[in-house]
């Protein structure tokens, strides 16, 4: 590849300056497509970092992710043991209905909420006890917090995305930077019988509105009556064969900003995601 005055392509780090600066700005909807093996997940887990923090970071995928992803990413096991803790906490200590005295929890389940809290404690700091007002029948956020996710999954277990309302609604007051990632955001929705659609509009609305938190949905194909629903719009796809990958990323949309440089060259040497300011983009 030649280099082009593209050589003037600023980055921040392995990614787009223009693009972690708007996403930093703000809780934004992010829709990342690509086809499958073009490094979305990759993308997505090095963005995170460069513009939240990784005990900020909600993941909700419908897959295993690879072992190398958890090499270069240290933190994701971090995150899967809190958001574990998340769910025993929720399933076992949730309070009691007003007025009612708690019924006596087996050893058993006090030791289960005893290692969540200790391991909460040390990932994420004192984490908030319940409170002593009524609470719901179900292991889940207050009913007004869910009003607009219950309107679109009706009374499906997507144990997936309440698990990240359950786990926004314990983090400590204060966090800034929360982001919420959907791996194959298509693929859950199929799986559960949902319009994605639909879905997309009201956890942007929710995460923003309720937990100052940015969304972003990697999809493997193409949605084309997504991107009004975003805030920006990036695309992957490889263009090179070879010992290395190599890749171009689409700055598709960023808000109403002009974007400078609509066209990256990338590679995923090493496993992690990393654009190539000065090479010549096609097209």
Not at 89 to 116: C, H
Not at 198 to 223: E, Y
Not at 237 to 255: A, N, P, S, T, W
């Amino acid at each position: 590849m030649e280099e082009a005055e593209g050589a003037r392509q600023e980055a921040a780090g392995d990614f787009p300056r223009e693009l972690v600066d708007f996403m930093g700005s703000s809780p934004r909807l992010l829709l990342v497509r690509g086809r499958p093996r073009t490094g979305k997940t990759a993308f997505c887990l090095g963005l995170s970092e460069a513009v939240s923090q990784p005990q900020n970071v909600f993941i909700v995928s419908t897959r295993a992710l690879d072992p190398v992803m958890y090499e270069k990413f240290p933190w994701l096991r971090q995150n899967e043991a809190r958001d574990r803790s998340f769910e025993v906490l929720f399933q076992v200590a949730r309070p009691p209905p007003k007025k009612t005295l708690p019924p006596p929890k087996p050893p058993e389940e006090e030791a289960r909420i005893k290692s969540a809290k200790e391991m909460l404690r040390d990932i994420m700091g004192e984490v908030p006890e319940p409170s002593p007002a009524e609470g719901p029948e179900e292991p889940e956020p207050d009913r007004t917090e869910l009003a607009g996710l219950r309107a679109v999954i009706g009374k499906k277990d997507v144990r997936e995305l309440l698990r990240v309302y359950r786990g926004l609604a314990r983090v400590p007051p204060g966090a800034s930077g929360l982001l919420v990632m959907l791996d194959r955001a298509d693929r859950l929705c199929e799986k559960n019988g949902i319009e994605l659609a639909q879905l997309a509009g009201v956890l942007r609305d929710d995460l923003s509105a309720k937990f100052g938190a940015g969304l972003i949905l990697v999809l493997d194909r193409p949605t084309a009556d997504l991107d009004g629903t975003a805030d920006a719009v990036v695309n992957l796809k490889e263009v090179g064969q070879g010992e290395d990958f190599l890749g171009q990323l689409e700055l598709i949309r960023l808000g109403d900003l002009k974007v400078k440089y609509p066209r990256w060259m990338y590679n995923l040497r090493g496993g992690r995601f990393k654009v190539l300011p000065g090479m010549r983009a096609i097209g």
